[in-house]
């Protein structure tokens, strides 16, 4: 005989489910948290605008360097979209960021959105004509760029106004989820609709979700400008300038990304690899891998909020992008280049949450509107040159070569300013001081303050 009881027949079952509750657990882990939609009715409203407008917007995104190519047939054509982006994108971005701290964010947002849908009825005017003209494209692209640039700012630093403190990694990964969405199904769908309705049809449902967005931004609560900010000039925005500057964490995450992005961003040759690849019905698929590759982060990011060293994942990611582009450019199969893509959504949208987490656990409420608008700079300047890189660089190596080289030099840009930057290594949310004081900070806001739904 032995000292062990045998195991009853009751017992049986609640032995099995424990590891069938731990399973279970550790999915529910990995989940997104929803507390911030729980908590937020204007979050909610917010996140919803989001998702329909970006919709929209990814079908226009498609459907504009499409056209372009239709009417002209150069890469350097396509590229040159992302050229006249860029000088608004720098000067309403900067300036964006002052009238975000300055003035009411919900009329901003309102305003720049509505005006926004305005263009977009110009592309579809343009669409419609007989002979579609090229010049309006890029002035819609110019305009574009710098509504968005303005409205950006104000979005980006309206977050920490409406979600509690502890929240704020969680309503990263929210709005994170809600781009890489509206990024899947905005251009697959939009490959369908441009190949089989025409270009027109895209541009009138992209306008169609900017009305829907207006009426749901009309409802968000008002957001008026904080007692400390200043008012927009040259001097606030050197101010801001001066914050990001002197603080090397932020400073890091800056200038990687930027450098990931111009070396390594492939978008304005896909059209052209599509061809190469004799697959011109993969474009759509192309353009959606990178945002489905972000939504499978996005939809496992729970173990997001267990990470403390966001610097370092900042820096690996970014690293791991620029691997994905060389995979991408070398393989000569469409489906292990669409995976690659995928791949490269996925690093690239870790290396946003951690981005994201970073500041907005650790700057000023004052400040947040400016240090936003230096920060559209460095996640969307990046992408703007990074077309006009790889359209340029197409027309003189090639269209492979433009996308692995890229990648190649990405991961040895990044691992100099990961050793040029130790405070961004070295950056832990735990200790760091300036995420200490904020959290502090907004602790005792929310106790003075509390939060309703």
Known sequence: MTDDAPVSPAALPAAHAEPAADAGARLRSLLPDLAPWRASADFRRLWLAGLITNFGSFLTFVALPVQMKVLTGSAVAVGAIGAVELVPLIVFGLYGGALADALDKRKLILYTEAGQGLLCGGLLVNALMPRPAVWPLYVVAALSSALGSVQRPALDSLVPRIVAHEHLPAAASLNSLRWSVGGVAGPALAGVVVAYAGLGWAYAVDLVTFVVSVVLIVGLAASPAAHEAAKPSLASIAQGARYAWNRKELLGTYVIDLAAMFFAMPLAVLPFLADELHAAWSLGLMYAALPAGAML????????????RHGR????????????????????????????????GCCDMV???FRGAMWDQTIPDE?????????LLSYSVGPQLGQVRAGGTAAWTG??????????VCVGAVGVLAWCLPQLMRYDVRTNEHAVRMRSARGQAALSHPHHP
């Open 297 to 308: 982060v996005t939809l496992t990011s729970g173990w997001t909020s267990r990470v403390h």
């Open 399 to 408: 269209v492979r070569a433009s996308i692995w080289a890229g990648g190649v």
């Open 351 to 353: 290396s946003g949450i």
């Open 367 to 375: 400040l947040r509107g400016r240090l936003a608008g230096i920060e």
């Open 313 to 344: 994942m900042v820096a690996l990611a970014a690293a791991c992008w620029g691997l994905a582009m060389v995979g991408a450019g070398a393989v000569h199969d469409v489906w292990l280049v669409l995976l690659f893509l995928v791949l490269g």
